[in-house]
């Protein structure tokens, strides 16, 4: 009965150890999936996804009351820029009308089928909004 007993316990640790190593095998496999992923690159929709789109924008309030602006497709929001693109800080622009030319050019440039609607802080000094 002992060598039973005893060959029952050597069967479960045996079955343990391997069930711990399988699960950490998973868990490593997990945790380098979510760490390609953290290292890729966002991929922005295909300008032929907005081709027949209908796009609008919203004027927002920023930090230290400054305005920046939320772009959407079809109702649905896919642009939400809350400070001044390209520009170092957290502030956004200083007026509403000066959030709202930067709005439309990247409303623009979406329908030119420019993506990612990029503005540089020439582009924004074009328009007035810098």
């Known amino acids: 009965m002992k060598k039973i007993t005893l060959l029952f316990l050597l069967y479960l640790c045996c079955n343990i150890s391997a069930n711990a190593q399988t699960a950490n095998k998973s868990k490593k496999k997990s945790t380098q999936k979510t760490t390609q992923n953290k290292n890729e690159t966002p991929q922005f929709p295909s300008s032929e996804s907005f081709k027949n789109a209908k796009l609008t924008y919203k004027i927002i309030p920023a930090h230290n009351n400054t305005w920046c602006y939320d772009i959407f497709k079809d109702g649905n929001i896919c642009i939400h820029q809350n400070s001044i693109p390209g520009v170092p800080g957290i502030n956004g622009f ?3 009308e000066k959030a709202e030319k930067v709005a439309q050019l990247v409303v623009t440039k979406i329908q030119n089928g420019e ?6 802080q020439e582009e924004m000094k074009a328009v007035g909004a810098l």
């Open 94 to 96: 200083t007026t509403k």
């Open 115 to 120: 993506m990612p609607p990029t503005v540089s």
